[in-house]
């Protein structure tokens, strides 16, 4: 393994060091994975399953939690910490997306070439957002490690083109591609139903640059569907209670037949293309020099459009849909940013013939270090993002000084911001209450036996009966700030706050920095 690869595998990580917790789009499937390693799969332990109280707008598939959890099983005989095996969890997510990512760039080194393989790793290490998500438990991330591995076979079957093949190898390359589909139609069976659109339109490019055949192409389909289908229904037919269950059909007829994705937004045709491929891939060289000039003028340029036709018609007509998210596009990144490689290495190669590409090649090898710069700042300003998960850290580490009450009540805003069940202390004594519904909460009676309160909204709990503890800040914008320091507060409360995450905001250079204010409030009942 050469050294630059080590920064597939190792940044990843380091954005989990830095932002352990998680919000609620990841809370399903990290709820899952607790569950199953905390109460296993029979039917007494699903009773306690968090989905039972917590069903979510939509099913969603167990399979990916629970290969986690499988992994993660033998640790449960170190008996550590609940929220050790959170970073465990998410710890093994982020290794087997590198892993797929790392097998994309040894593919590319051999189909490619060494230099084109050693700017995809500095230019996929030096983004932000497929790295600091690798970990985090979306059903995005299992399908973008699947869908990546379809184009690695994908891009395997040059190999028998671009490399001298052996008779048997050129006959085992020739077969990647209907592995590839086979693959991407049980991904999209099991874990993301868009991608369908992303299988339509590598089949379309198959068929018109006739390496294809409709035959093939139907039993490829029929193979990965049938298979995805039997493991999705069979296992989540048994966690969720329901035969048949596939959650993701589900999932298509609520938000596409119905239309409900609208509710959470909508966004312009074109948002994808000028806004979140440029976010994505962060480096400013991507699609205005490197992606033009590999599918253009380098000698293997036909890689380069079947890396690039597919993906970015899957987002031209994806945009049709209006509720748009960067995550629903995130597959197209690796391969988009392999074909940008393939333009870094052409100039960099041929530094030595003529000025532009020396320049070019300056300007190429400056661009990491600047992408790599703001990536780490978006971490860093993400990391604020989570007051719920440290409000409750912080709590437990309270009671231990100042009470032994150990029965609590946190809202909707703490568990979407951090606070997870692997963070939650039972086995210490401790009683957790997540109710949401207003009439309960209103009942006489329903608060005598809570003693401490993690909440957003601090008004509602105003008066003698609860005193206020502390308050986590959390990420309120970047800009111009009215007092000098780096931090601008709001609020105006003289009740301590905490959290080192918090404090390297204050090196921010005055009068700009990052804005923060009092998300999640810490109460204990006097």
Same mark, same amino acid.
């Given at each position: 393994m050469r050294a630059e690869t080590f920064l597939i595998f190792t940044v990843p990580l380091a954005y989990l060091a830095l932002a352990p917790y998680t919000k609620v789009e990841e809370s399903f499937n990290l709820q899952a994975a607790h569950d199953i390693l905390t109460f296993g799969i029979g039917p007494e332990g699903l009773e306690k399953y968090d989905h039972m109280e917590f069903?979510?707008? !939509?099913?969603?598939?167990?399979?990916?939690?629970?290969?986690?959890?499988?992994?993660?099983?033998?640790?449960?005989?170190?008996?550590?910490?609940?929220?050790?095996?959170?970073? %465990?969890?998410?710890? $093994? #997510?982020?290794?087997?997306?590198?892993?797929?990512?790392?097998?994309?760039?040894?593919?590319a080194g051999r189909t490619l070439g +060494?230099?084109?393989?050693?700017?995809?790793?500095?230019?996929?290490?030096?983004?932000?957002?497929?790295?600091?998500?690798?970990?985090?438990?979306?059903?995005?991330?299992?399908?973008? $490690?699947?869908?990546?591995?379809?184009?690695?076979?994908?891009?395997?079957?040059?190999?028998? !083109?671009?490399? %001298?093949?052996? %008779?048997?190898?050129?006959f085992l390359l020739q077969n990647r591609i209907p592995l590839a589909l086979a693959l991407l139609t049980f991904t999209t069976t099991i874990f993301r139903i868009e991608l369908l659109?992303?299988?339509?339109?590598?089949?379309?490019?198959? &068929?018109?640059?006739?390496?294809?055949? $409709?035959?093939?192409?139907?039993?490829?389909?029929?193979i990965g569907g049938i298979s995805g289908?039997?493991?999705?229904?069979?296992?989540?037919? *048994? /966690?969720?209670?329901? =035969?048949?269950? *596939?959650?993701?059909?589900?999932? /298509?007829?609520?938000?596409?037949?119905?239309?409900?994705?609208?509710?959470?937004?909508?966004?312009?045709?074109?948002?994808?293309?000028?806004?979140?491929?440029?976010?994505l891939s962060l480096n400013p060289l991507t699609y205005v020099v490197l992606v033009p000039l590999a599918v253009a003028w380098h000698p293997r340029r036909r890689v380069a459009w079947d890396l690039v036709v597919p993906n970015l018609a899957f987002v031209a007509v994806y945009s049709v849909q209006p509720h748009k998210e960067w995550r /629903? $596009?995130?597959?197209? !990144?690796?391969?988009?940013?392999?074909? =940008?490689?393939?333009?870094?290495?052409?100039? *960099?190669?041929? +530094?030595?013939?003529?000025?532009?590409?020396?320049?070019?090649?300056?300007?190429?090898? #400056?661009?990491?270090?600047?992408?790599?710069a703001l990536a780490l700042l978006m971490g860093l300003i993400s990391s604020l993002n989570y007051p719920g998960g440290h409000a409750l850290a912080r709590l437990h580490s309270l009671s231990h000084?100042?009470?032994?009450?150990?029965?609590?009540?946190?809202?909707?805003?703490?568990?979407?911001?951090?606070?997870?069940?692997?963070?939650?202390?039972?086995?210490e004594g401790w009683w957790y209450d997540k109710t949401e519904d207003e009439q309960r909460l209103l009942e006489e009676g329903f608060w005598e036996g809570v003693d401490w309160i993690i909440t957003e909204d601090v008004g509602k709990f105003e008066g003698a009966e609860w005193e206020k503890v502390e308050a986590v800040r959390g990420y309120a914008g970047v800009g111009i700030l009215r007092d000098v320091g780096g931090i601008e507060e709001k609020g105006g409360s003289e009740v301590?706050?905490?959290?080192? *995450?918090?404090?390297?905001?204050? &090196?921010?250079?005055?009068?700009?920095? !990052?804005?923060?204010v009092e998300r999640i409030w810490i109460l204990r009942k006097n």
């Open positions: 069903p979510g707008v !939509v099913p969603r598939t167990f399979l990916g939690a629970a290969i986690l959890a499988m992994l993660a099983s033998p640790t449960k005989l170190l008996d550590l910490d609940p929220f050790a095996y959170q970073y %465990i969890v998410r710890g $093994i #997510l982020s290794i087997l997306t590198s892993l797929a990512l790392y097998h994309f760039y040894a593919v +060494r230099s084109t393989a050693f700017w995809y790793a500095l230019l996929q290490a030096t983004q932000f957002h497929v790295n600091f998500y690798a970990s985090r438990t979306l059903p995005n991330t299992f399908a973008f $490690i699947l869908s990546k591995s379809s184009t690695t076979f994908y891009l395997q079957h040059w190999l028998t !083109v671009c490399v %001298i093949a052996t %008779i048997a190898q050129s659109l992303l299988l339509a339109t590598t089949t379309l490019h198959l &068929l018109l640059t006739r390496r294809m055949t $409709i035959p093939i192409i139907i039993k490829s389909g029929f289908l039997l493991v999705t229904v069979g296992v989540d037919s *048994w /966690f969720w209670g329901e =035969a048949p269950m *596939w959650p993701e059909a589900v999932g /298509f007829w609520y938000n596409a037949v119905l239309g409900k994705s609208v509710e959470w937004g909508t966004s312009p045709w074109w948002t994808y293309f000028l806004e979140s491929l440029p976010k /629903f $596009i995130e597959y197209v !990144v690796p391969p988009l940013t392999l074909t =940008a490689a393939m333009g870094a290495s052409y100039i *960099w190669d041929r +530094r030595s013939k003529h000025v532009m590409y020396k320049l070019g090649s300056i300007a190429a090898a #400056l661009s990491v270090p600047f992408t790599l000084s100042t009470s032994s009450a150990s029965r609590m009540w946190m809202d909707v805003a703490t568990c979407m911001t951090g606070a997870s069940r692997f963070g939650q202390k039972e086995a301590p706050r905490m959290g080192w *995450w918090e404090r390297w905001a204050t &090196l921010w250079p005055a009068p700009y920095g !990052v804005r923060l």
